[in-house]
């Protein structure tokens, strides 16, 4: 088919942010996952675990504690003092309470979801009525000296467990009297150290669990005040833990980055009598397991390695699928580059800044596999910092390199590079118009004539840019009916003549440039949108969804192409189909417009139309045999799919012109080394 | 138990006594408590004050009271009498029998069998014990005398029931646990039977002794003895063990130095026991027992380091015995004697046992066979007295010293047992090997070969010589260990070979060298291409205990030099066949324990070659032989060198590729078809 001379570029340095706390919605399908720099993402089981909803951090705001509760509203309370709820549709905080009892290590929502409880720096635990629109302060409950590192409410709702340093204590919710306390270090006589209470869990049964910085997990008769047994799993702090909804099962994470499930099994074959019994050890992290959750059939871990693990618990499987397979999320499930094609920059963005990049270039040409020798090394240009205490949501460099764009929760930036010789000169654009922010995602147009800015309620704002450095409002799109989720996918035609935009509730809305009017909407098909292009030539949306599939729709038409009907038909290999991160960017090469450019983190795939698909029983790898085969004999082994694993992870992929690819790795390696030693660390007073 | 609580507190009325343990009726929930030996009361747990409470007196004293899951509470009078409680309370003053007149309870238990409870006790009268086991139902009752035990009497019982069977554990002053069992289904044979007792179980590891004081049985293999542990010449600490009585092995202990009670319980994997000032609570739990638990889990006991017995003034002893045994004077011996009580006075007070091990063996020094052995193996079977090493060398140099001067003496089974199972060396008893080398007793020298550090060079080479030159039809009778070979050698084809062998004689041969030399002959036919061994089992069994003992070059050598050629060859075929059975493994080592490794047989190899090159080069039955094996060394030769270029490239490559990574940008090349 042809070879690519391509700029492997792996000094994107981007370290995730561990991740601090983990929230199944309670008979729901999402997972929510707070980060140690306050960012907040939402898992969709149903999506194959897709990343469907991100709320990017904030420097003040750190995150100690998620919460569902009834409405699916999510809060979150952290050291800043406040409780936060989260729009989930506009993606921002969208109002924060201060919890006034100092820091807030800990919040436990009650069984029914309608009722908060936090811990506080004080020692106080505080109950809050969630009401509509907000949280209401109910009471105080009995409060001792001591930071209330964890809580925990009782099924029926009557009794609270609380975890401090040295001791548990259970709070009476309606008298709000302490009914019981206990030393946890009460045998621990040679040790003049501080027990810390890290996590607790109050069973139905009134035991009480709980995991302390001695490495144990320990079970508490409430009642009595006495233990009923204890596990020493590690010489270093257990950290987390958490308890299936039968109450059969619990996941504890240590802070050397192995987790452990306990079940409660009889003691013999057929005898009543249970026990709890430690029975997997796992050892997916690096670093400490700061968060676990027990979903309804997998075991889910993050930890301070920025990882995201996904342990398919097999007995609770009945077949073989998506969700039977153990999943590592490390990096996020969209595109942190992007590409001036034309000016061959990448724009980089990190949490607080951005980095504008120059690629090198070469005079050679070679055989597969060669290392090309350098004319010109890569060139950092700009460093854009962000000023303030927000994260940045979103980027984009225009295609010819001279505009650059971000987004804040509550500023909008634009400007003006330029380049003269060696030189480059960054120049803010004045007067940018008011925009509904933030901005969730950012388009130049082909021309790099106007700016795309995806704003809540599925608007999209068109902005013209103006030389030398201006900018104009033209025009807002929204679709027809109208939609409450926030925009975040768009897709430009290179003829400046299509915008398609997909929002939070996964409607895919096409609109006219040209007379600024809504076309068509696309079928709605049930699975996120994970990337979406529209191809230069034919004017077709290419999209692909979270479970894989790949839809071609023709845009002048309104209706899903052959090969897209051909392709529901004959249905993807099967290999595709497991595959477990979702493609995150799709491009064309114009010169081959039957060519189809994506990728996700593990594989890069030039899908050619014109060429039949590969059925189950074929190999869809099969590069490496066909480079082995004569001329041929190849021609009959040729399928459409042709993937390249040879970069991993990647980022970003790109085609910068006809024959010439840019790929963005990120080793694994070179952030875990950025990351602090896997030590139990000291936090505070421990 | 973290936070001693009680959750319930009774107390019996100033000037009152709590005469037996309080215990709980499963059933009904309630307590029930003897005080003053008569009075008894019945309480539940929302009763707060046990005056109130119900109250029988009874018309005798009370022993103690069982109470059993499915059966309700029985209570055992001191007379022996056995009642039911709901019989009891149907009529409180009722007259109870007096069974065993003036023997005192010293223990009881009750079971349930079927649905019937059983109770046994035991007594104690003038040092004599008696059991008696009761079935409620029938209203039957057994009488047993315990067998009598020198010296020791039972400290602690404790017993459980299984199959019909009810297994009694005696735990007794002699630091011994023994077995009685006592079957449920007697006839009715009203006479007193005797009890025997089987040991069961030595509660010594290494030197030390428990002192038990009770103990509970865990499962069918282990028990748990609470007790002091007492190593000689050391402070004893208490401390509750688990010990495996299959394998009579201590299985773990743990220290108790807060001290305890002495008493210990037992329920739901859980010991109870004080400990200081507090209950304390573990939780156990007994794995199926194996032979590699036991073993791997007592490493330090199993080997116990030899040089730490060994008394330098008792070797000085033993030497005064040997030298009085050569003595035939009488006066010489009493003035011997003289010397010898001189020295008591100065070592006696550390060692009395040793002295009177010497002592013991002059006299024994003239008694009869029978005699001599078993008042030997009563020595030996004292076990664990300090420098006990030193006893057993002694013992040793009295054997041999016997055999020297009575040829037809020869205690061969006893011999083997001492050496397996005692740490000996060569330097303890340097006479035993040559005795054994001259009664060509093959399985005693393969022992001491495997056993002992320190053989000189000269014993080695006479093993060697004599291991050669034995017939292998005279090895097929003989007992030898086979286990360093029995994982490689093909013993089916050599057993035919041997067998076909023994049919064409058609006799016994035993050390006949033309024999020999037809056998080596016929042989080399066979084992031309280093496929089948040239040796059988039992020879290659002896000859990898030489390749297995300590050696120095040096002095190896010049014996090894008067190795008559044919042996020597016969050897060095065998050395070659090991190597190749060797380097088929990728790992170049060879199965099974003791197996000789890789740097032994090349040694040997090289030495053998060294000391016979000039005879081998002349042989012309050892020139196939060598020719095979430069043909073999250097084809290993040549694949190694092929293995060290690949490893070369490969690191080269490793590099290559690692310097690739590591950079942070480049322009490559990819093709996609």
Redesign the interface.
């Known amino acids: 088919?042809?070879?690519?001379?391509?700029?492997?570029?792996?000094?994107f340095g981007l370290v995730p942010a561990g991740v601090r706390c983990l929230a199944c919605q309670p008979r729901g399908g999402r997972l929510a996952l707070a980060r140690t720099d306050g960012a907040v993402e939402v898992y969709n089981f149903a999506a194959n675990y897709f990343q469907e909803k991100v709320i990017p951090g904030h420097e003040a705001r750190s995150v100690e504690a998620l919460c569902w509760t009834v409405g699916d509203r999510l809060f979150g309370a952290g050291l800043g003092g406040e409780i936060m709820e989260y729009d989930l549709a506009r993606l921002c905080v969208a109002r924060t309470v201060d919890g006034c009892g100092g820091p807030i290590w800990s919040m436990a929502a009650n069984s029914s979801g309608t009722q908060l409880a936090i811990g506080c720096e004080d020692g106080s635990v505080k109950l809050f009525q969630v009401v509509p629109g907000g949280i209401q302060f109910e009471r105080n409950l009995d409060r001792r000296k001591g930071r209330i590192l964890c809580l925990s409410w009782h099924p029926s709702d009557t009794h609270i467990a609380a975890g401090s340093i040295d001791i548990l204590r259970v709070f009476d919710v309606c008298s709000g009297q302490t009914v019981q306390r206990?030393?946890v270090n009460?045998?621990v006589h040679k040790v003049k150290r501080e027990c810390i209470v890290w996590s607790i869990a109050f069973l139905s049964s009134g035991t009480v669990v709980t995991s302390d910085s001695f490495g144990r997990v320990q079970f508490w008769d409430w009642e009595?005040?006495?233990?009923l047994e204890s596990h020493t799993v590690s010489t270093s702090a257990v950290l987390s833990l958490s308890v299936s909804e039968k109450e059969d099962s619990i996941v504890v994470g240590t802070s050397t980055g192995a987790t452990y499930q306990f079940q409660l099994l009889p003691v013999k074959m057929g005898s009543l009598e249970k026990r709890w019994v430690r029975t997997k050890p796992f050892q997916h992290h690096t670093h400490d397991v700061r968060a676990v959750a027990h979903s309804s059939t997998a075991l889910i871990s993050g930890g301070l390695d920025a990882q995201l693990v996904i342990r398919p618990l097999m007995e609770k499987m009945q077949k073989k699928g998506y969700d039977a397979v153990l999943r590592k999320f490390t990096f996020p499930h969209r595109r942190l580059v992007s590409c001036a094609r034309k000016a061959r920059l990448l724009l980089f963005q990190f949490s607080q800044h951005l980095e504008l990049w120059r690629l090198?270039?070469?005079d050679e040409?070679?055989?597969?596999?060669?290392?090309?020798p350098?004319r010109r090394?890569?060139e950092h240009l700009v460093q854009l910092k962000s000023k303030g205490p927000e994260h940045i949501y979103c980027s984009c460099v225009s295609p010819c390199g001279s505009w650059v764009a971000y987004s804040t929760a509550s500023r909008f930036h634009l400007y003006r590079v330029q380049y003269e010789g060696d030189g480059v000169s960054v120049k803010k654009v004045p007067r940018v118009p008011k925009l509904l922010l933030p901005a969730y995602q950012l388009q130049f147009s082909a021309d790099s004539g106007s700016l795309f800015v995806a704003s809540a309620r599925g608007s999209v704002h068109v902005l013209q840019l103006l030389e030398p450095g201006g900018c104009k409002h033209l025009h807002t799109l929204r679709p027809p009916s109208g939609c409450p989720e926030a925009v975040y996918l768009l897709a430009v035609s290179t003829d400046g003549h299509w915008l398609a935009a997909v929002g939070g509730d996964w409607a895919i809305h096409i609109y006219n440039l040209k007379c600024f009017k809504h076309h068509c909407a696309v079928p709605t098909y049930s699975c996120a949108v994970t990337a979406l292009a529209i191809h230069p030539v034919t004017n077709n949306l290419v999209i692909a969804y979270s479970d894989q599939q790949l839809f071609e729709f023709s845009i002048p038409e309104k209706q899903y192409t052959t090969w897209s009907r051909m392709v529901q038909n004959c249905g993807l290999h099967k290999v595709w189909l497991e595959r477990d991160s979702p493609i995150t960017h799709i491009t064309f090469n114009p010169k081959n417009p039957s060519h189809i450019l994506l990728h996700d983190i593990y594989m890069f795939c030039?899908l050619d139309k014109s060429l039949p698909l590969p059925d189950n029983s074929a190999l869809l790898m099969n590069?490496s045999t066909?480079?082995q085969l004569p001329e041929t004999a190849?021609q009959r082994q040729?399928h459409a799919f042709?993937i390249?694993k040879?970069f991993q992870p990647l980022l970003f992929a790109d085609l910068l012109d006809e024959n010439c690819?840019v790929m963005v790795e990120r080793?694994i390696m070179d952030f875990k080394t950025q990351l602090p030693l896997p030590v139990q660390q000291k936090k505070f007073g421990t | 138990v973290s936070d001693q609580k009680p959750l319930g507190c009774w107390s019996v009325k100033h000037g009152q006594i709590i005469t037996c343990p309080v215990v709980c009726n499963f059933e009904t929930h309630e307590y029930i408590a003897v005080h003053d030996d008569k009075v008894l009361r019945i309480w539940k747990n929302k009763d707060i004050n046990l005056d109130k409470v119900f109250k029988a007196t009874l018309s005798a004293d009370v022993y103690r009271i069982h109470s059993l899951p499915n059966g309700g509470p029985v209570v055992l009078f001191k007379g022996g009498g056995v009642r039911t409680l709901d019989v009891l309370l149907e009529a409180p003053q009722q007259e109870i029998e007096n069974i065993i007149s003036d023997e005192v309870i010293k223990w009881s238990e009750a079971f349930m069998e079927g649905q019937q409870p059983v109770l046994i006790f035991a007594t104690e009268k003038d040092g004599d014990f008696f059991v008696y086991v009761q079935k409620l139902k029938m209203n039957s009752l057994h009488k047993y005398k315990l067998e009598q035990q020198e010296l020791s009497k039972p400290l602690s019982f404790t017993a459980y029931i299984k199959n019909q069977i009810i297994t009694l554990l005696c735990l007794c002053s002699n630091d011994s646990v023994y077995k009685v069992l006592i079957p449920l289904q007697q006839n009715s044979e009203e006479e007193e039977q005797t009890l025997s007792k089987s040991l069961l179980l030595k509660l010594s590891v290494s030197g030390s002794v428990l002192k038990g004081t009770s103990f509970v049985v865990l499962d069918r293999d282990h028990i748990a003895v609470l007790g002091s542990l007492a190593a000689p010449g050391e402070d004893s600490k208490e401390c509750l063990t688990i010990w495996n009585t299959k394998f009579q092995t201590l299985q773990t202990s743990k220290e108790l130095p807060l001290g305890t009670s002495g008493q210990l319980w037992c329920y739901e994997e859980k010991f109870f026991f004080t400990h200081g000032k507090v209950l304390t609570v573990i939780m156990y739990k007994c794995e199926t027992s194996s032979l590699a638990a036991a073993v791997g889990k007592l490493k330090d006991s199993q080997t116990p380091d030899v040089s730490s017995f060994v008394n330098w003034n008792t070797l000085g002893d033993e030497e005064l015995v040997v030298s009085f045994q050569s003595q035939q004077s009488v006066a010489l011996k009493s003035e011997s004697k003289m010397t010898l009580r001189s020295k008591r006075n100065t070592v006696a007070k550390v060692q009395p046992d040793t002295l009177s091990v010497g002592q013991l063996l002059l006299n024994l020094k003239d008694a009869s066979t029978t005699v001599f052995e078993d008042e030997l193996r009563q020595l030996i079977s004292k076990a664990q007295m300090p420098d006990f090493q030193a006893t057993i060398g002694c013992v040793i140099t009295a054997l041999i010293n016997r055999c020297k001067t009575n040829p037809k003496y020869y205690p061969r089974n006893f011999l083997l047992h001492i050496v397996q199972t005692r740490d000996l060396s060569y330097s303890l008893c340097p006479d035993l090997m040559a005795v054994a080398l001259e009664k060509k007793d093959v399985h005693l020298l393969q022992i001491c070969l495997q056993r002992f550090p320190d053989i000189p060079e000269e014993i080695t080479y006479a093993c060697l010589k004599v291991f050669l030159s034995i017939s292998e039809s005279y090895l097929q009778r003989i007992d030898v260990n086979l286990e360093s070979v029995i994982c490689y050698i093909d013993i089916e084809f050599n057993n035919k070979e041997v067998k076909t062998e023994i049919v064409e004689n058609g006799f016994n041969a035993e050390l006949e060298q033309d024999i020999w030399d037809t056998k080596i002959t016929k042989e080399t036919h066979v084992t031309a291409d280093g496929e089948f061994c040239p040796v059988g089992p039992q020879k290659a069994a002896l000859l990898n205990a030489v390749l297995h003992s300590a050696y120095s070059e040096t002095f190896l050598l010049p014996h090894l030099k008067n190795l008559p050629a044919q042996q020597a060859v016969l050897f060095l075929r065998y050395l070659y066949y090991l190597y190749v059975k060797c380097s088929e493994k990728i790992n170049t080592t060879l199965p099974g324990i003791r197996s000789p490794t890789i740097s032994q047989i090349m040694d040997w190899m090289c030495l053998l070659l060294d000391a016979h090159f000039t005879v081998m080069v002349m042989l012309p039955e050892a020139k196939e032989l060598l020719s095979n094996l430069h043909k073999f060394v250097r084809a290993q030769v040549r694949f190694y060198s092929e293995l060290n270029k690949i490893e070369g490239s490969l690191r080269e490559l490793q590099r290559l590729n690692h310097q690739k990574d590591s950079q942070t940008y480049s322009i490559e090349v990819l093709e996609l078809i």
């Open positions: 088919m042809g070879e690519f001379e391509v700029h492997r570029v792996r000094f206990i030393m009460y045998h009595r005040g006495t233990l090198g270039s070469t040409t070679g055989k597969d596999g060669e290392v090309l350098l090394m890569p030039v590069q066909l480079k190849r040729l042709k390249c040879k690819l080793p």
